[in-house]
């Protein structure tokens, strides 16, 4: 029998829901195990069935990972030294979080602002004066595009010579240049927004060329500008590779710190790794959500026409 | 134009043209001279000390360890081609080729199928479309490392994932989907999709909704069904779109180092040793330079070769585009 | 007293030649237009009299003095732009004071001005808007009000009415010619529309790929075409230009085609023999009712109220055209005698050159 129009739609509509529901448990359900998992004591980690919602929810999981609060006991089954009574080494080691937020949030903060304060100019002028030809403007994806496991090693070698091997400028620079591609890009398609006739009119009005850039520019590509700091933040933040091989002990970064309870030889400690890892996240879904309208932008490459 | 004459080359700028190109070089020297500088002082050395380190046999434990370069000069001895030779025979690398391809172009495949197919759904305006969108590019902006970690307790064989398989099937269900060889790198391959899709979603969902609806409804009155419309119309102008998902995705995902190696360092066996985990093994774990060098440089010329052909494909594709949207040339 | 020469003006794009050494006298004062189909080049020209390009070769002077060097800001210009180009984040009346700010003028005369002008072009209502909320109409006033307060002695203007629909494009033509009228400043306007051209301009300067084909008044330009370009480009219906060939005829010259023949009179007895164009404003064609052995049978009726138009079939794409009085009666298909008065005629030769008596 056929359907009519609105009993297709229905039917339609009916199944849209179902499909992306169907997804978004897919996306939600690891988030939901992290942040859940975070709050579970200790014998919950591992149980059989496994336990969806704790009922002794505690805080003491980010209690001994953020506040460095010392509650290991043997029955946690951390290593304590027989003969001292403290943790062993290697367990202390893990207590550095904070060190490494403010480790990640200096080098992605520090490699975001150069890569966009350079990557704006440079778009400026790809986008007005043609300084960058678009062939060379693909070419520039490269750097991001070839695997830096390929070249890693040496520079690691190169490094230690200059002295730049565990050390912040270090890994801002290759966060720089590896993020500088994305920047350029992504500022150059708000840039080719702005009409130059506007720029025209003010020139024509009597505004030199940097009252033009300051009053017409900016204030119009500046959201623009916001977004892909943002999108560049969560790139740099997220990174892993270059983090681990590059930095030893003074410069560890979150996600480095974070592999560290995975490495460790006391068995999995879940409920820390989650409460670590709720921390790691909670910055980049904010910033994503606040910039969640440009993101299109940051890897469209002009293929994208409105 | 017919025989008329040009000159424009042949002219000399003047005055006010000939101070604004110096001034767009010198604008244009300014900003390349320290990224160029960055490239020269950093790459360069690696991508020399790497040509070095892959024609010489070099054991890092014959270096000294402060002494530098110099060492390290000590320590190497001239084999030339060997080391090339021998990856070029490496069976345990063909082997790690192979699982890359398989990886990246099964995750690529993965992101784009389920991101193209939610956008389809999604990208005509409903009840809810905002909060399933902000839903939906969550995992895009969660760490890799953070994923693989949170992966092995959803996945590991007492974890929830085995659980609610056995409740809605009703039986009981005990995959290792981690340490099982067989089914290893397609697990780490699922969380790659689950990681990226958002990237396809966001992407296709900005294409199509730029899509010029005219040829679409001209179409509809000229009696084409949704599907042909889909096939004849909305496909081939999105296929720009689709191609940048397809390359970037392809791309990226072979370089995808902290989810292989964060969960399972390439193991069960060699199950999940792609080819960057394969070179971090071989330099990090063995300290065998000299053939991580070499399988580097075989490495860097593959990749840049296949970076070379997406870039290509990429870069005719926005040609393409451009022509379509500014068709003439000489129009004022 | 200000006076626009262009000398030998060239613009090359590549190897595209847009401006082809071109030579321009605009009096002080004057409202001139600029006026062919894209791409003859018009707007490459108002964009190297403003300075936004750089002329290939030649010279732009302004009062005497050569500005090629001159940046834009320094050459006492203003200019509207076709898309308006506002500054969508200052409202209306930021927008309009821009031009004072950046010469410095002081807070209270950047208000008065403000008024004045805002009242000249009546846009006081708009002045705390956001450009965004301005309609078509709006933000072409105010664009018009943003390049009048800084009082330019030229006013350059790209297209400025090609965004908006009939009505206001009507309404605005108007508010330019009143404001030329009392500002008295030089006028350079570009546009591709030869109604706007014929009603706005003291003088047309019509241009085709790169060159000044003709110049003068509007009337010169409709009465007196020189090439089958500038006839075919002016007048609304246009002229009808029928294909055909000049043939002697006994003593004198007739013109022939397909479906006309026509006999000129002996001031056309110097028409060169061979193949050209015959041409006659459709306002001039005497269309007589005639008995129905005629075989020229009226296409089509289109009354438009004070006159109709009468279409006749043709070989050419181009339909025969003819005005007639609108009291007049005509059908459809019913026959008609076309005469054409001689002092009314325009004939071209094979290069489209007017071939004159």
Request: with cysteine; hydrophobic share 45%; net charge negative.
């Amino acid at each position: 029998m056929a359907m009519t129009m609105s009993q297709k739609r229905n039917t339609f509509s009916a199944f849209r829901y179902f499909i992306l529901t169907i997804w978004l448990l897919i996306v939600a359900f690891p988030m939901f195990w992290m942040v859940g998992t975070s709050f579970k004591p200790d014998k919950e980690w591992f149980a059989w069935p496994p336990v969806y919602i704790t009922e002794n929810a505690t805080v003491r999981n980010y209690l001994i990972v953020w506040a460095n609060i010392n509650e290991y006991t043997k029955a946690d089954g951390a290593h304590i030294d027989e003969k001292t009574g403290e943790l062993s080494q290697y367990t202390q080691s893990l207590q550095r979080p904070w060190v490494a937020l403010r480790n990640s949030t200096i080098i992605a903060g520090i490699a975001t602002t150069l890569a966009v304060l350079f990557g704006g100019v440079l778009a400026y002028g790809v986008s007005r004066h043609n300084i960058i030809s678009e062939g060379k403007m693909f070419q520039l994806l490269m750097l991001r595009m070839v695997p830096p496991i390929v070249l890693i090693a040496p520079i690691s070698l190169w490094y230690r010579q200059i002295g730049l091997l565990d050390t912040i400028t270090g890994l801002v620079l290759l966060y720089f240049l590896t993020s500088l591609p994305y920047a350029v890009w992504m500022a150059k398609s708000f840039i080719d927004e702005v009409p130059r006739e506007m720029e025209q009119a003010a020139e024509i009005l009597g505004a030199s060329r940097w009252r033009t850039i300051w009053e017409i520019v900016l204030p119009l590509v500046r959201s623009g500008l916001v977004a892909t700091f943002l999108f560049i933040l969560i790139l740099t933040w997220s990174e892993y590779l270059l983090a681990l091989l590059l930095s030893k002990s003074e410069v560890l970064t979150l996600p480095v710190e974070l592999s560290k309870y995975q490495g460790s030889t006391e068995g999995r400690v879940y409920g820390r790794q989650a409460a670590l890892s709720v921390g790691i996240t909670i910055p980049l879904i904010f910033v994503g959500l606040i910039i969640r309208k440009h993101l299109a932008r940051g890897f469209s490459f002009g293929m994208v026409r409105r | 134009m017919t025989a008329e004459q040009t000159i424009g080359e042949n002219l000399p700028l003047t005055g006010r043209a000939a101070s604004r190109a110096q001034g767009i070089r010198r604008f244009k020297w300014t900003v390349l001279t320290p990224f160029f500088a960055l490239l020269i002082f950093i790459l360069m050395p690696a991508l020399i000390a790497q040509v070095f380190f892959s024609l010489n046999h070099f054991s890092i434990f014959d270096a000294g360890d402060d002494d530098g370069w110099r060492s390290y000069l000590n320590a190497s001895e001239w084999i030339g081609l060997e080391l090339f030779i021998e990856v070029f025979n490496d069976e345990r690398f063909l082997n790690a080729c192979i699982r890359s391809l398989l990886f990246a172009s099964g995750s690529t495949l993965g992101c784009f199928i389920v991101g193209f197919g939610l956008a389809l759904l999604m990208y005509r305006p409903f009840r809810g479309q905002a909060l399933y969108y902000i839903f939906f590019i969550l995992p895009m902006l969660t760490v890799p490392i953070v994923i693989a970690y949170t992966g092995e307790m959803i996945l590991y064989q007492n974890g929830p994932l085995n659980d609610i398989l056995s409740r809605i099937t009703g039986m009981r269900i005990d995959a290792q989907f981690l340490y099982k060889k067989e089914i290893a790198l397609t697990t780490i391959a699922f969380l790659e999709v689950w990681n990226w899709t958002p990237f396809s979603f966001i992407i296709m969902m900005a294409g199509l909704a730029a899509l010029p609806q005219e040829p679409q409804e001209a179409a509809k009155i000229l009696g084409a069904s949704k599907w042909r419309i889909f096939w004849e119309i909305q496909l081939p102008l999105l296929r720009p779109v689709i191609l940048l998902c397809l390359i970037l995705r392809f791309l990226e995902s072979m370089a995808e180092f902290p989810k292989t190696w964060g969960l399972l360092q390439g193991g069960p066996g060699s199950a999940t040793e792609t080819i960057p985990v394969y070179i971090f093994i071989t330099t990090w774990q063995y300290f065998d330079i000299s053939y991580g060098a070499a399988l580097s440089y075989v490495v860097l010329i593959l990749m840049v070769a296949i970076v070379w052909a997406g870039i290509y494909f990429l870069q005719r594709e926005k040609k393409n585009l451009d022509e379509m949207y500014f068709a003439r040339p000489d129009s004022e | 007293m200000s006076r626009i020469e262009l000398t030998d003006l060239r613009k090359e794009f590549g190897s595209v030649v847009a401006v082809k050494d071109l030579n321009l006298t605009i009096e002080d004062g004057e409202f001139i237009v600029l006026v062919g189909p894209s791409g003859c080049g018009k707007t490459t020209t108002l964009r190297m009299i403003a300075g936004f390009e750089d002329p290939t070769a030649g010279e732009i002077k302004l009062d005497g003095t050569v500005v090629n060097d001159l940046e834009p800001r320094d050459r006492d210009l203003g200019m509207v732009f076709q898309s308006h180009a506002l500054f969508p984040h200052k409202n209306v009346a930021d927008n309009i004071v821009f031009g004072l700010r950046m010469k410095n003028v002081g807070k209270e005369e950047q208000l008065q001005k403000l008024h004045e002008v805002s009242d000249l072009v009546r846009i006081s209502h708009l002045l705390t808007k956001m450009p965004a909320q301005c309609s078509g109409g709006e933000s072409q006033r105010i664009a018009l009000a943003r390049t009048l307060v800084t009082e330019p002695s030229n006013f350059l203007l790209d297209e400025p009415l090609s965004s908006l629909d009939a009505k206001l494009r009507r309404e605005l033509r108007a508010e330019c010619d009143r404001l030329h009228a009392e500002l008295q400043k030089t006028f350079v306007y570009v546009t591709h529309d030869q109604e706007e051209a014929m009603t706005l301009a003291d003088r047309i300067v019509v241009m085709d790929q790169g060159v000044i084909v003709q110049m003068g008044s509007p009337i010169d330009i409709y009465s007196d075409p020189v090439s089958y370009f500038v006839a075919d480009f002016f007048g609304n219906p246009a002229m009808n230009l029928i294909p055909g060939e000049f043939v002697k005829n006994g003593s004198g010259i007739e013109f022939k085609s397909d479906q006309f023949n026509v006999p000129l009179n002996e001031k056309f007895s110097s028409v060169p023999i061979g193949s050209g164009t015959f041409g006659i404003r459709p306002e001039n064609v005497q269309v007589v009712s005639s008995n129905s052995d005629s075989n020229r049978k009226i296409g089509l009726v289109e009354p438009l109220g004070k006159d109709t138009l009468l279409y006749f079939e043709t070989d050419s794409d181009r339909p025969f055209v003819a005005v007639v009085d609108g009291t007049e009666n005509h059908t459809a298909g019913s026959p008609v005698e076309l005469n054409f008065p001689q002092e009314n005629i325009f004939l071209f030769d094979s290069n489209g050159d007017r071939i004159r008596a």
